[in-house]
């Protein structure tokens, strides 16, 4: 007789936690460099440097000239579920990219993680490693104004998701496609974006309409419209090409809510739906679109990458969408608030 055998219930040490937890945030190299980029953003910083080798799973250098970490504060700083971002407890009034403290714990679980940085004020930078979840102590070092974050041999620590990575030109693509997307959130913020030692991005300072039209690759000479339109306590603003030009993937369509940008089927479904009988089929209209929603009818903590979100009210949203899409279509620059904008770089005739 005597009591059956049966396991028993354990915590999970915190470098296993960190590295289950990398599997939903990290997912490939484009994953890393979208939450170190939101983190400068959220840094406040006005210029952002970013190189990848190998694809990003050599190495990632992400540099910002942002507010920095203290050196007090690095420690917690690559600690799970630790942010100097609390905002609202009821997760609507969220201000910031990031709000779960969970990229730099993950990347630190999953691969080689040094940051050092360098807050206003202080006389020198400090740097901290993160190795396969393992912590070592900071220490002081030469360092600029702000935060430098490298990563590399992305995945060593984490071999099941290893096998998984694409070739380095594929997650290349992958990387330039997010850092397009965070570069038109931030129009006033400069970008420089290098892969495998090609200049891909050089952006300077600018304004929405001159980063939209850099980022789409269009311009007046494409008859590149200015939209706007309202609804229900929802805006939407934006910049979209007309059907003569398109392209073979959705690779030309930014869509921003309450400024972050996202990948939701309720946006593109409309945009597809704008353009369906003017396009030609099986290509894609090129577009640029901010929305603006009230807080409280938009869910943004529904996956860990924060890419994704709810609408409250998705039929409003589609009918916000379409409609301005369409009546911005129908008149091109003749309707009042619809004009041509000028590109940063006027093409030559
Ligand atoms: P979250 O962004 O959700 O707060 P992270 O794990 O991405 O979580 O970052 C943890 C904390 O580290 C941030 O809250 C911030 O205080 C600090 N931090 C990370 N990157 C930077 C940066 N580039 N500049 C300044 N502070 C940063
Ligand atoms: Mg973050």
Redesign the pocket.
């Known amino acids: 007789g005597g009591v059956p055998d049966h396991p028993h219930v354990r915590r999970l040490p915190e470098v296993i936690v960190n590295r289950i937890a990398a599997g939903e945030v990290i997912e490939r190299p484009a994953a890393a460099v979208k939450?170190?980029i939101?983190?400068?953003i959220?840094?406040g910083?006005l210029r952002l440097d970013i190189s990848l080798d190998g694809g990003g799973v050599e190495r990632m250098i992400?540099t910002?000239d942002?507010?920095?970490?203290s050196p007090d504060?690095l420690t917690?700083?690559?600690e799970r579920h630790?942010?100097?971002?609390l905002g609202d407890e009821t997760l609507v009034h969220i201000n910031?990219?990031?709000?779960?403290?969970?990229?730099?714990?993950?990347i630190g679980a999953a691969a080689r993680l040094s940051?050092t940085?360098r807050p206003k004020g202080e006389s020198g930078a400090w740097r901290i490693r993160v190795e396969g979840g393992k912590t070592y102590p900071p220490e002081p070092v030469a360092g600029a104004y702000?935060?430098s974050?490298v990563v590399e041999d992305l995945f060593f620590a984490t071999p099941a998701r290893r096998k998984f990575l694409k070739s380095a030109r594929v997650e290349g693509r992958h990387v330039e496609s997010v850092v397009r997307r965070l570069a038109l959130a931030v129009p006033q913020t400069a970008f420089r974006f290098v892969l495998d030692g090609r200049e891909v991005l050089d952006l300077p300072a600018q304004d929405m309409a001159a980063r939209a039209a850099a980022l789409l690759d269009a311009s007046e000479a494409d008859g590149f419209l200015n939209i706007a339109g309202e609804r229900e306590g929802m805006t939407l603003s934006g910049f979209i090409c007309p059907p003569s030009v398109h392209r073979s993937t959705a690779n030309g369509q930014f869509m921003l809510v309450n400024g972050r940008p996202v990948v939701d089927p309720v946006l593109k479904t409309a945009v597809r739906v704008a353009y369906r009988r003017v396009i030609e089929p099986g290509r894609h209209p090129v577009v640029a679109l901010m929305l603006t929603v009230p807080p409280e009818q938009v869910d943004v903590n529904v996956h860990p990458a924060k890419t994704e979100l709810r609408f409250a009210d998705e039929a409003a949203v589609r009918s916000l969408v379409i409609g301005t899409l369409q009546r911005a279509l129908e008149h091109g620059a003749g309707v009042a608030g619809v004009r041509p904008v000028l590109s940063s770089a006027p093409r030559a005739t």
């Open positions: 939450e170190l939101e983190n400068a959220d840094a910083a992400v910002d942002g507010v920095g970490i504060d917690l700083a690559v630790c942010t100097s971002k910031t990219l990031g709000f779960r403290g969970e990229a730099l714990p993950s940051i940085s702000g935060t974050v």
